[in-house]
């Protein structure tokens, strides 16, 4: 499904759901404490591989209230979860609205594990 930026004068502008689902998950990942998102894309990865892969972990829905984010998050081991989720949060609703200029309704986070370094 696609959002609809309306602009009377010049025309219509559509945003696949897609393109807001890689908004959310380079916002997410971008934040201090996040590890990566669920299906192991951790930041060094995210140069390499295509913009279908930022999107894992990240389900995005439209209803008539605005636009609705759920994400899966592993958090590196030590971090506060209430503010890394919080944060999280934050970046993700100010990232899709300033871009796109959607309203978003709801941002949720799902902590899935935490990551802990020097460990396989």
Do not use: F
């Amino acid at each position: 499904m696609e959002q609809r930026v309306q602009d009377a004068n010049v025309g219509e502008v559509k945003i696949a759901d897609d393109v807001v689902a890689v908004i959310a998950g380079i916002a997410a990942t971008e934040v201090e404490g996040v590890a990566s998102m669920a299906g192991n894309i951790t930041k060094e990865l995210i140069s390499k591989l295509g913009m279908k892969s930022l999107s894992k972990g990240v389900k995005v829905t439209v209803d008539e209230n605005g636009v609705v984010v759920n994400l899966t998050l592993n958090i590196q081991y030590g971090c506060s979860v209430p503010e890394v989720s919080e944060s999280v949060q934050e970046k993700v609703k100010t990232s899709i609205e300033n871009m796109t200029g959607l309203h978003v309704a709801e941002v949720n986070v799902r902590i899935a594990s935490v990551a802990v370094e020097g460990t396989k």
